[in-house]
């Protein structure tokens, strides 16, 4: 299901950027699709590192807790991996959505400068 949501609101963001700009679509992108999970791995994160102080403190083993804490460590690096690159996607095809009409208004500019007549 949130993968589902997650390509809906992409796609919403791609076809009209103006709409989905006013709708906040990108910040619902963010919320729904990536920071949930972000925020469970970390909330995860810090409760193994917590346990493990504690096992430490009172002179237990922390070689288990110092496993769980570098897998999910691992998979927090892989989901904001993850989100870079939908962001970086999705900044690359808005540019190339935008460089046709940069390079029309830039023709535009320059001929309407050749066209003026400026008088001293």
Known sequence: LRAKLCQVLIEVIVADPVIS?????????????FYSRVNELRQELWKEKSRAKKRQVSGGDVSGSEKIVGVVNERLKG?????????????????????????????????NSENDDYEH
């Open 21 to 33: 700009h006013s709708k906040d679509a990108s910040k619902r992108l963010w919320h729904s699709c």
């Open 79 to 111: 989901s904001i991996k993850e989100a870079l690159k939908l962001y970086e996607w999705l900044i690359d095809k808005m540019l190339k959505m935008l460089q046709p009409m940069i390079q029309s208004q830039s023709t535009n500019v320059s001929e």
